[in-house]
């Protein structure tokens, strides 16, 4: 089973892991109960605010509902590896 799952939208590439417990879910709906479409929704808010943490080099982006941790693949301007998304709590 590959490790992640590549999904093309408005010409970018997102990759979501899948989960290492359960090779069949992907690890934000594991670990979080989230979709990809939920951290999609987050990363095309234009509303959606987004910090760049420097220690842990990954963005956060704040979006209504959730909460999208990413990063730029290395070498790439298009793909997107995701690393968590999570509901918003505040």
């Known amino acids: 089973m590959p490790r992640y799952r590549a999904v093309r939208r408005q010409g970018f590439t997102f990759l979501f892991a899948y989960d290492e417990t359960d090779s069949t879910l992907l690890h934000i709906f594991a670990r979080h ?17 987004d910090t760049w943490h420097e220690q842990y080099e990954r963005f956060e982006s ?26 918003r709590e505040d």
């Open 33 to 49: 109960l989230t979709t990809l479409e939920d951290a999609l929704t987050v990363w095309f808010d234009p509303t959606a605010e």
């Open 62 to 87: 704040r979006g209504e509902n959730h909460i999208l941790l990413w990063t730029w693949r290395a070498g790439s301007d298009d793909t997107v590896l995701i690393i968590s998304c999570f509901t």
